[in-house]
């Protein structure tokens, strides 16, 4: 199957910082999505982003499908940025099998 | 509105005890989703129903039992299960796999401790 891997797996940012969390995947994507989950265990969906670029607020995400990666941009980081950033993607061939990367657990300090 | 509820949010059971997780979306969604997600980890996906059928179960163990009553409800059925089954299980829909559009969305979450 399809792996995926995202990187750096902590960090650790001052508040008003800026960050760029990176997603790899293995294999052609039909579906590429960011969340963020919460301290609760929330997934709060982020991006759906297969190709091209997207900005929302202080966020934005760029796919290049083509050479297989993904980038989340964080600025101006605020402490309610806190918690686990997650790629994740389905296969081209796999429908509809969500794949998620480990996650970037991202602490903002005041 | 793209909110997936899910009910209970905690649950503690015995081994000897069954229960039902619940989870209902009003989006006119055609897949659901049971994903398990234990601490520190990725969520990982268990079963996929695509219109009211299942179409994906990753070999999980029988103890858990999907249900889709009708396409807005999806129930998971708990027995005899294990402690290291305590885990967060995360119930998700999209529009389904046959639309070019399939952006999954999450519900809050059952929170599950097996004593």
């Known amino acids: 199957g399809i792996q995926v891997e995202q990187s750096p797996p902590d960090l650790i940012l001052q508040e008003g910082a800026n960050s760029t969390l990176r997603c790899n995947f293995s294999?052609?994507?039909?579906?590429l999505q960011w969340f963020h989950q919460n301290p609760w265990g929330q997934l709060i969906n982020l991006f759906y982003i297969p190709s091209g670029t997207k900005q929302n607020g202080r966020l934005s995400a760029t796919t290049v499908a083509t050479e297989r990666y993904s980038l989340l941009y964080i600025s101006s980081s605020q402490t309610t940025d806190s918690g686990v950033y997650f790629c994740a993607v389905v296969e081209g061939t796999s429908g509809s099998r969500l794949t998620f990367g480990e996650g970037t657990q991202l602490t903002v300090n005041p | 509105d793209t909110e997936v509820t899910q009910t209970p949010k905690h649950l503690v059971m015995g081994m000897t005890n069954k229960k039902s997780l619940k989870c209902e979306q009003h989006m006119g969604h055609r897949a659901m989703y049971w994903y398990k997600q234990k601490a520190k980890k990725p969520p990982e996906l268990m079963f996929v129903?695509?219109?009211?059928?299942?179409?994906i179960n990753e070999s999980v163990p029988s103890r858990f039992s999907p249900e889709c009553p009708n396409s807005s409800l999806l129930n998971l059925h708990l027995h005899a299960l294990q402690p290291e089954d305590s885990a967060l299980y995360l119930c998700?829909?999209?529009?389904?796999?046959?639309?070019?559009?399939?952006?999954?969305?999450f519900g809050p979450g059952t929170r599950l401790t097996v004593l």
């Open positions: 294999d052609s994507v039909n579906n």
């Open positions: 998700a829909s999209s529009q389904g796999p046959l639309r070019s559009y399939n952006e999954q969305f």
């Open positions: 129903y695509s219109y009211e059928k299942l179409s």
